[in-house]
Each structure stands twice: as C-alpha cells, then as structure tokens.
C-alpha cells in the first residue's frame, strides 16, 4: 500500500521515468514489508516549483505508507532517493525534499484494510 509521488519542474522522457520507477521499488523495498507489488509510483514533471525563493530545478518526493518505520529506515530512503534523483535528473541534494505519511486506514480493490 505503500505511494511514491514526485513532483519536479523538469521535463521527463519516459525512460527516465521507468529508471525513477525501478529506483523507487528498490527504496520502498528498504521498508519492511513493503514491496513494488503494492506500490503506486506517481511522477509530475513540469511543475512549476520554488526552493528557498529560486525556481532553479528540484523535486518533492512524498512517500506514504500504511503503517510506519523507523526514523533509521526513512533515512536510507531518503539517501537512495536522493542518491537517484542526482544520477537521473542532476539535481544538487541540497534541492531535493522527501516527506513522509504514515496512515493507519487504506483501501484497496473495494475493501479497506
């Protein structure tokens, strides 16, 4: 149940959206229990976003979760995301911002869990 959302000012092709998607199975895989059998990957490029005053590019990425981890495990996913976005779109980590939701209610397939 896990969701993967990344917003980016950047134009994306579709093969470096597959690689974002690739990276974000492994980084969710990092969490226990969770898996790209259940993750949802959803990717905004070409939004208009601000850091710290400048529109130079960056990207948001909201992980969110039923259940939740440990501050440790978000950690390492925070580095591999960052670690990503740098290789793929070049971004400096310093204009990468991931953020975290953990819920106790979700519903899949008609049924909540």
Avoid at 72 to 100: F, M, N
């Amino acid at each position: 149940m896990p969701n993967m959302h990344l917003y980016t000012g950047l134009t994306l092709d579709q093969a470096t959206k597959d690689e974002i998607k690739a990276a974000f199975a492994e980084a969710i895989a990092l969490i226990p229990g969770k898996s790209e059998r259940w993750l949802m990957v959803i990717i905004e490029d070409g939004v208009s976003m601000y850091l710290a005053g400048s529109d130079a590019p960056a990207a948001m990425v909201s992980v969110e979760l039923l259940g939740s981890a440990s501050g440790e495990i978000y950690e390492r996913v925070t580095a591999h995301v960052t670690r990503t976005l740098h290789r793929l779109l070049k971004l400096p980590p310093d204009r990468i911002y991931t953020k975290y939701s953990e819920y106790r209610h979700w519903g899949w397939n008609g049924e909540h869990f």
